[in-house]
């Protein structure tokens, strides 16, 4: 296989398994703590009012609707974890891939919360790290534990993938 095709798989498998591990999170926190899992139909409505230019929201939950949110949302939010994967594939090589270490995975899993703080957030009307929410602070350790968990999922997913592909 050559290195461009064993990048692809390994990212796709990688950022797939990191981003289930930290979905299998959500599930744990809703059903052992009444956490509210995230709403990706939300993620969705976002990204569909996008094609007609409206990137930002004061309230994406006030926005109208779009055809196939949810799918939308779904999708972007594992396309996501894959481009995520490819990054950490991207500056740590296909080496580390072949040999996993915690340490780089766990990085770039907390450094991806930029993403959510940054833009996701304030398209939807949230605010930079969840600002504009009744407690930013809660909103945000909850984001960066869900990266963490992102982070520790991409190290899982890499040694399962290392094995499986051995």
Same mark, same amino acid.
């Given at each position: 296989?050559?290195?461009?095709?064993?990048?692809?798989?390994?990212?796709?498998?990688?950022?797939?398994?990191? !981003? *289930?591990?930290?979905?299998?999170?959500?599930?744990?926190?809703?059903?052992?703590?009444?956490?509210?899992?995230?709403?990706? &139909?939300?993620?969705?409505?976002? *990204?569909?009012?996008?094609?007609?230019?409206?990137?930002?929201?004061?309230?994406?939950?006030? &926005?109208?609707?779009?055809?196939?949110?949810? &799918? *939308?949302?779904?999708?972007?939010?594992?396309?996501?974890?894959?481009?995520?994967?490819?990054?950490?594939?991207?500056?740590?090589?296909?080496?580390?891939?072949?040999?996993?270490?915690?340490?780089?995975?766990? *990085?770039?899993?907390?450094?991806?919360?930029?993403?959510?703080?940054?833009?996701?957030?304030?398209?939807?009307?949230?605010?930079?790290?969840?600002?504009? !929410?009744?407690?930013?602070?809660?909103?945000?350790?909850?984001?960066?534990?869900?990266?963490?968990?992102?982070?520790?999922?991409?190290?899982?997913?890499?040694?399962?993938?290392?094995?499986?592909?051995?």
């Amino acid at each position: 296989m050559s290195d461009t095709v064993e990048f692809l798989v390994r990212a796709v498998l990688i950022g797939a398994g990191a !981003t *289930i591990v930290m979905d299998v999170w959500a599930v744990v926190l809703k059903r052992g703590f009444g956490v509210p899992a995230p709403d990706f &139909a939300l993620v969705g409505r976002w *990204i569909g009012h996008m094609p007609s230019g409206r990137f930002v929201h004061d309230s994406i939950r006030r &926005a109208p609707p779009v055809r196939s949110e949810a &799918a *939308i949302g779904w999708g972007a939010h594992y396309l996501i974890g894959v481009l995520f994967a490819a990054l950490l594939l991207a500056i740590m090589g296909l080496d580390w891939a072949r040999h996993p270490t915690l340490a780089p995975a766990l *990085i770039v899993g907390v450094a991806t919360v930029a993403a959510p703080f940054l833009v996701m957030q304030p398209g939807m009307g949230a605010g930079i790290a969840s600002s504009k !929410t009744p407690n930013p602070t809660a909103a945000r350790l909850r984001s960066l534990a869900t990266h963490a968990v992102f982070g520790i999922g991409l190290y899982v997913s890499a040694v399962v993938v290392a094995w499986a592909m051995a």
